[in-house]
């Protein structure tokens, strides 16, 4: 197979997607077409004029590089339907590429900018759009709540504690996000636990920027369920044995690790080597509009540069599909398992 015929089988190929951030899926384009019909300031009025400040390239990584991408979006939104517009369009890209359930996460902090909407309304808009988009384009999707630790504890606070007292939802899931090598998940640990108990799953970012203490932390004091990219894992054998028998997944995403300079190449990926050890593991794009890229992209990175078979990607869809945060997993796991049998 060519490498065109390999993408437009990875085009078509059903995927999972558990780890994407709104923030990140909102590509050039799609703010161009934000600004000229809402408004809002960009550092450039034409799309090939953005793409400078929006995506990351493999010649220049660094964890630092990559959050100051975010700089861009975040006061950009003036209005309501614009956030409607980023969500929608978010969902029904990620149904174009053919994938087929998607935990789609946001801040809605980021969202509202300093001072500009409450942040209440803001996940009652994104998530309304959300859920029209999953409908339209035939594709589910569920909320996961993102608090950063770069925003500060405050913020977070007043965000987990007013999710926690909505039920059932708006969010299925809580993450923190943000650098981890600058500010620890520490302080936000009650935080998880409130989360928790008002019934919402636990993912965190964690062994990315930070090597596998982190991970560690994560598993075994904070209780996440799952990992954000926990790629530096790899390097303790202990913490692989205990993500293997614990059943923690790792959430990695390939082409943003390498963007983030924690691996030095697609090839270099250690995936491989996590799955060999027996760590669950899935395959998830992190921030599409940021690393300009699709699912099926990372798909085809997967078969060309670290020799997955359509075998082995269908098996990282069923491990992926069984630690999904959907309320309802049983039901899920029967309306889409059939993909990858
Ligand atoms: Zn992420």
């Known amino acids: 197979m060519d490498k065109k015929e390999l993408f437009q089988r990875m085009r078509t190929f059903p995927k999972v997607d558990l780890h994407r951030h709104l923030e990140g899926s909102i590509s050039p384009d799609t703010l161009v077409r934000i600004a000229s019909k809402y408004g809002g300031e960009l550092p450039a009025c034409t799309v090939e004029g953005l793409r400078p400040y929006i995506h990351m390239t493999a010649e220049l990584p660094g964890f630092s590089a990559f959050l100051q991408k975010f700089q861009v979006y975040r006061g950009f939104y003036t209005c309501r339907e ?142 996440a369920e ?21 059943r923690i997944l790792l959430e990695l995403c390939l082409t943003s690790n390498v963007h983030t300079g924690v691996v030095p190449s697609l090839g270099a990926h250690p995936i491989r080597r996590l799955m060999e050890a027996g760590v669950p593991v899935s395959i998830n794009t992190d921030d599409p509009a940021i690393s300009d890229i699709t699912l099926s992209g990372e798909y085809v990175a997967a078969v060309t540069h670290l020799g997955f078979t359509e075998s082995e990607l269908k098996a990282v869809n069923l491990e992926a599909l069984d630690h999904a945060f959907h309320p309802d997993k049983e039901n899920l796991k029967r309306r889409l398992a059939h993909f990858w049998k």
């Open 82 to 223: 614009a956030i409607e517009y980023a969500a929608y369009t978010a969902v029904m890209e990620a149904a174009l590429d053919a994938v087929k359930y998607l935990e789609l996460r946001y801040s809605p902090t980021h969202f509202a900018g300093p001072n500009r909407f409450r942040e209440s309304d803001v996940i009652e808009w994104i998530n309304a759009a959300i859920k029209k988009a999953s409908e339209v384009c035939d594709i589910i999707v569920i909320p996961v709540l993102t608090i950063s630790r770069d925003f500060g504890r405050g913020l977070a606070e007043k965000t987990v504690r007013y999710v926690s007292r909505l039920k059932p939802g708006p969010f299925y899931g809580l993450d923190i996000a943000g650098n981890e090598a600058v500010n620890s998940a520490r302080p936000f640990s009650d935080l998880f636990a409130l989360a928790k108990k008002s019934g919402l799953h636990l993912t965190i970012h964690a062994g990315e920027a930070c090597g596998p203490l982190n991970v560690l932390e994560a598993v075994t004091v904070f209780k």
């Open 226 to 246: 799952r990992i954000g990219h926990g790629v530096r894992s790899v390097e303790d054998p202990a913490l692989m044995a205990l993500l293997r028998e614990k």
